[in-house]
């Protein structure tokens, strides 16, 4: 049950730093459809940091350094040129697809010490839940820190008030005299800092090696995790767990020979993102969305 | 500015590309012109990494008598139809297609081009000139399934499988047969992966297979993350289409390796002495195109991380498979509900082995779908 529990985690983490990141993006009404681009980037920038450097931290700081950039390409063409966000965002997973592949080449076959567990002082000696919370690598502890202090800049500081507020309403927030542009590429940077650490996440511990297209689909996976979170950081916890836990279970299910077909099982990450939607759109009209209302267009300031 | 950098830049390559043409087909004439597509980039490990070195093999041996193309990447599937067209226009005399789901597009593709040969590897369905390559991967797999019993301590068994089709079926199956041949007590627990490359998946099942205490682990997929995850939880496994020891060398028990390098010279001669064929008979599977260890298709790596007495019953089983003294599907056969499939005499023939769509005797549960 434990070594379960602890794979359930494992897959879940990539799904969970990526849908965090996003979750910000689309809070500030940037639509960044490019979020496996930029984990594949993570993936392959990890790697090569951790062969040049031999030290796995510095994949991480990599793997956030390649999503940045990939997110600074994405933000330039839409919040600088105005381009269509899902235009460019699906171009930029594409774009990525190939020029990770390319980038990657010399990478093959080559393979690199996983990222060390670190044990928190007594507290890892817990029997059960020791060993599942606090036996876990860094960017584990990273990615629930980092839920943490989102939920605390969107909830409270003055700043995420301001981000929403660019998201909901760019217009509104222009004519008080926000600068929408800046605070939309900060917030598309920070996504794709956490899309580059879940995708550094795969080969640093996951699977430390290098392949083409290694994420295979997460990434949209994730994009999936932040309407089924309805934009709230916690459910994405909740979500995460879920989405990783039902793959999980559809594997254990297989191995035990369940009579449920796995398929079935593999269905229900995305019939619950459905059901999500359907419940949002449905609240709607009760109170505010909770959908950014800007979310998806492109801002031009000379209006 | 940057309009005017954009076309004269786009001039550039216009003429180039010309060019580039122009040249190419000034020089092809003489050489047997040679095409391949592949599914992937060939990487360093996993199947299309071993069509690339049966390319290398073919360019070593024919020099400058052949002039070889490549396309890498190639979904299968609409796009796969484009791409077998292009190559076939380029003047390509024979065309070979490296995965399954190239079966469709390569025949469609040869209906417009009766005089291009094609070679599509693994399908089932020829034409006049469509011929079909497979290798009896499942040789290997009996060897594995005696290794995997006489190592085994749990006497549990984690497969991971990539789709339930007959190829990979009767894989498990035979995998079965090695292993009960050697511990009636050990069984075969398979996962379907429902993909033939995800590493994450591919761990996530490895992980799930140790956590239900498998100890020995092998794969019809094609990436080493299994054999990762096995060697970083003392487990054992099997590499699978190249020689994976690189990424695992504690676990990896011994490989199975692809090997069409024979295969590709023998048709390409063929076609440059006009005996090109397709082989069919009336046995829909004629044998000489389905080679498996005997006919050096399928080589088997070094065995390792093996004490001696194990790597001698499996070099017995190899031995046996090469000189045909094993018969791996011979009955007495019972599938894994009771079900007589064969009686004691008879053995499966080719036909048969394409229509597996059960579990012999050593598998748990039951074929999805």
Same mark, same amino acid.
């Given at each position: 049950? @434990? ?20 979750? !910000? ?5 940037v639509l ?11 993936a392959v #920038?990890?790697? #090569?940091?951790?062969?040049?450097l031999?030290?796995?931290?510095f994949?991480?700081?990599? #793997? ?11 933000? !330039? ?53 020791g ?5 876990? @690598? ?5 990615s ?23 998201? @909901? ?32 996440y795969i ?11 290694m ?5 949209? !996976? ?15 916890i ?25 398929? !079935?099982?593999?269905?229900?990450p ?23 209302a ?6 031009? @300031?000379?209006? | 500015?940057? /309009?005017?950098c ?40 996993g ?13 070593? =041996? ?22 077998? =067209? ?42 006049? *000139? ?7 991967f499942?040789?290997? =797999? ?5 290794? $995997? ?9 984690g ?5 339930p089709?007959?190829?990979v079926?009767?894989?498990?199956n +035979?995998f ?6 050697? *511990?009636?007590?050990?069984?075969? +627990?398979?996962?379907w992966?429902?993909?033939?490359? &995800?590493?994450?998946?591919?761990? &996530? ?9 498998? %100890?020995i682990? $092998? ?9 990762q995850i096995?060697? /970083?939880?003392? $487990? ?6 190249? %020689? ?13 390796? *692809? ?18 064929n397709?082989? %069919? ?6 044998? *000489? %195109?389905?080679?498996?260890? /005997?006919a ?12 001696? +007495?194990?790597?001698? /019953?499996?070099?017995?089983?190899? &031995? ?11 009955g ?11 009686? $004691?005499?008879?053995?499966l ?5 394409w ?8 598998v ?6």
């Open positions: 049950m @434990d070594a379960l529990m602890l794979t359930i985690i494992a897959t879940s983490i990539p799904l969970l730093l990526a849908a965090t990141g996003e979750l !910000i993006t689309e809070k500030s009404g960044n459809l490019g979020v496996e681009g930029m984990m594949l980037s993570g #920038g990890a790697l #090569g940091a951790v062969l040049w031999e030290n796995p931290y994949g991480i700081i990599a #793997g956030g350094l390649c999503g940045v950039l990939m997110a600074s390409i994405f933000s !330039i063409f839409t919040i600088n040129f105005m381009t269509n966000q899902v235009a460019t965002g699906l171009g930029l997973t594409i774009f990525a697809t190939g020029l990770t592949g390319l980038a990657g080449a010399p990478l093959v076959g080559k393979t690199v010490p996983s990222l060390p567990k670190i044990e928190i002082f007594l507290l890892s000696d817990i029997p059960f839940i060993e599942i919370l606090f036996k876990q @690598d860094f960017i584990a502890y990273l629930v820190a980092i839920i943490i202090l989102i939920t605390y800049f969107l909830k409270y500081s003055k700043s995420g008030i301001v981000l929403r507020a660019v998201g @909901d309403d760019h217009q509104s927030a222009h004519s008080v005299g926000y600068p929408v542009k800046k605070i939309r590429w900060y917030a598309a940077c920070f996504g794709g800092m956490c899309a580059g650490i879940g995708g550094a080969p640093l511990v996951l699977t430390p090696h290098w392949s083409e297209g994420t295979a689909g997460r990434g949209w !996976i994730a994009l999936a995790l932040v309407v089924f979170a309805s934009w709230i950081p916690w459910r994405i909740v979500g995460a767990l879920i989405f990783g836990g039902i793959t999980i279970a559809q594997l254990v299910g297989q191995a035990r020979g369940w009579p449920i077909p796995s398929q !079935i099982l593999s269905m229900m995305y019939l619950a993102t459905i059901v999500a939607l359907t419940m949002i759109s449905g609240r709607i009209s009760k109170s505010n969305s909770v959908v950014p800007s979310l998806g267009k492109p801002f031009f @300031d000379t209006q | 500015m940057l /309009k005017f954009m076309r004269i830049f786009s001039l550039f390559a216009l003429s180039a590309s010309v060019l580039f043409f122009m040249f190419n087909s000034a020089f092809a004439g003489n050489p047997t012109k040679v095409g391949f597509v592949y599914l992937t980039t060939p990487g360093d490990h199947w299309t990494y071993a069509h690339e070195l049966g390319k290398q093999m073919v360019e070593k =041996r024919f020099g400058s008598d052949v002039k070889v193309s490549v396309v890498e990447n190639v979904p299968e599937g609409p796009d796969a139809t484009r791409v077998i =067209r292009e190559l076939a226009k380029q003047g390509n005399e024979i065309i070979f297609t490296t995965s399954f789901g190239y079966m469709e597009p390569t025949l469609k593709v040869a209906k417009e081009f009766p005089n291009v040969k094609f070679e599509h590897i693994t399908g089932y369905k020829r034409s006049k *000139n469509v011929a079909t390559g497979n290798i009896r499942y040789e290997g =797999r009996y060897i594995q399934g005696v290794v $995997a019993g006489l190592m085994t301590k749990t006497n549990k068994i497969y991971i499988g990539a789709y089709i007959a190829e079926i009767m894989g498990i +035979s079965a047969q090695g292993l009960r041949s050697v *511990n009636k007590d050990a069984s075969i +627990s398979v996962i992966a429902n993909t033939w490359y &995800d590493p994450v998946k591919e761990a &996530d099942a490895a992980k799930v297979h140790i956590a239900e205490g498998a %100890d682990l $092998a794969q019809h997929t094609d990436s080493p993350a299994m054999l096995a060697e /970083k939880k003392g $487990a054992l496994g099997f590499g699978q289409s190249t %020689d994976m020891s690189a990424f695992a060398p504690k676990a990896q028990l011994f490989a199975s390796i *692809n090997n069409w390098g024979p295969y590709y010279i023998r048709k390409i001669e063929e076609l440059k002495t006009g005996k090109w397709t082989g %069919d008979g009336p046995d829909h599977w004629a044998g *000489n %195109d389905w080679g498996g260890i /005997k050096e298709m399928l080589l088997i790596s070094k065995f390792q991380n093996m004490p001696d +007495s194990v790597a001698k /019953k499996a070099q017995e089983a190899l &031995d046996g498979i090469k000189s045909g003294k094993i018969n791996i599907f011979a007495p056969l019972v599938d894994n509900t009771g079900k007589e499939i064969i009686p $004691a005499g008879k053995s023939d080719d036909g048969a082995l229509g597996m769509n059960y579990y012999l005797k050593g748990n549960g039951k074929v999805p779908g």
